[in-house]
């Protein structure tokens, strides 16, 4: 795919996100960015916790109660 001299190749001139002269702009704030990471951190939870009660508890017990 050749790049074209003006102008982002990866935006097409139709759909450059300009709607009557103003611009997009993608901003991430300091409040959005920490919920995001909150929101991480506690989605991961299950994942590295339900393997340690697996191998502390040798078997699925520690699925049932």
Request: zero cysteines.
């Amino acid at each position: 795919m050749a790049d074209s001299a003006e102008g982002n190749p990866r935006q097409p001139e139709a759909a450059a996100g300009q709607a009557g002269g103003q611009a997009f702009r993608r901003s991430v704030g300091l409040l959005s960015a920490t919920a995001i990471n909150m929101t991480q951190m506690v989605g991961i939870g299950p994942f590295i916790t339900i393997p340690l009660m697996v191998a502390t508890f040798s078997g699925p017990q520690a699925i049932v109660g």
